[in-house]
């Protein structure tokens, strides 16, 4: 064989060999992407207890240095039972970092705590969560870069406060990315309003009625033992009482928890049974021809059931406002 070829031959492996061997440390591993979030929320509305949901309007925006890397397209709001998104935009937003910004309407999933309604207080969920897993995206949240608008008012509500908070969510599936080897995990940022209700001018208008029942009741211990309207004060009160029960259970937001609302109606209906036992009582201290003995036990009993209804009805309403 010809030397020259033969030297030509090794030449050529030894290449081949410094190639393979140069290969990994030329290849550059893909470099994590952490994107700096923001949030300016524009407005809520359509607060559905009903639908568990709401809706919310914002401006959202991701700070970020790949150039070839999109986070409007690989970030999604998890908790949302609908988004809309529209209006992209570019552009650098220092000499470092780039700027990619959109604006959202979202309707989204909300799990409605009204066991202290009306005087519930209510936490709203905004969960953006990275496309891509922790090896590829983390989302961070930009400080002080989540702001609720100025103008903004909530009828029937009130803002308690707002914040940001970064987590990651595991989950038990790589979905389809084998080597995450079956579990994978996503950058999350949850971003919170807290918002209580205007309680008080509800509270009365929906249990005025039922006041006004137990009133009606009450008047028991001021007539007379011996006369029959007493029965019938007690009875109508009662009546009453259980009608403002369905009527607010058709107009108020469905919940399976026993409720303040729940908790009110049926102390009322126990203490308006109340007035009609002890008028039974009364009536048979006053038939046997002890007067005098039944107008005390009434005004006593008049005393008592007024003292523990009200103070009842405080614990409870004290026990719903902090709840």
């Avoid at 799990?111 to 983390?138: C, V």
């Avoid at 009365?204 to 211990?221: Q, R, W």
């Avoid at 046997?288 to 008592?304: H, L, Q, T, V």
Wanted: charged share 20%.
């Amino acid at each position: 064989m010809d030397t020259h070829a033969v030297n030509s031959h090794y030449q050529m492996k030894r290449l081949v060999i410094l190639v393979l061997i140069l290969v990994p440390f030329m290849a550059k591993p893909r470099q994590r992407d952490t994107c700096y979030s923001g949030l300016y929320l524009k407005n809520l509305y359509d607060l559905k207890p009903e639908d568990y949901a709401y809706t919310a309007s914002c401006w959202l925006w991701f700070d970020y240095k790949n150039k070839g890397f999109d986070p409007l397209k690989n970030a999604e709001v998890v908790n949302a039972r609908q988004a809309e998104f529209t209006d992209p935009y570019y552009a650098a937003a220092d000499h470092s970092m780039r700027l990619a910004s959109e604006t959202g309407k979202l309707t989204l999933i909300h799990d409605w705590q009204l066991k202290n309604y009306p005087f519930d207080r209510q936490t709203l969920l905004i969960e953006l969560e990275a496309g891509l897993d922790t090896s590829k995206m983390i989302l961070k949240a930009a400080p002080g870069n989540f702001k609720i608008h100025e103008d903004m008012h909530l009828p029937g509500w009130h803002i308690l406060g707002y914040s940001a908070t970064e987590t990651v969510a595991p989950y038990n599936s790589d979905f389809g990315e084998r080597q995450l080897h079956g579990k994978s995990s996503y950058s999350r940022i949850t971003y919170q309003v807290n918002i209580a209700r205007d309680c008080w001018g509800l509270f009365f208008k929906l249990l005025i009625g039922l006041y006004i029942s137990f009133a009606v009741a009450y008047l028991v211990f001021f007539v007379p033992p011996i006369r029959d309207q007493r029965f019938g004060l007690s009875i109508g009160g009662l009546f009453a009482a259980v009608g403002n029960k369905y009527v607010m259970d058709s107009n108020i937001p469905a919940t399976i928890s026993f409720s303040f609302v729940d908790k009110i109606h049926d102390l009322t209906f126990l203490f308006i049974l109340a007035t009609l036992i002890l008028s039974v009582c009364s009536l048979r201290i006053a038939e046997n021809g002890n007067n005098p003995k039944a107008e005390r036990f009434d005004r006593r009993s008049a005393a008592i059931v007024l003292s523990l209804y009200v103070i009842t009805n405080l614990v409870l309403i004290t026990v719903a406002n902090k709840g």
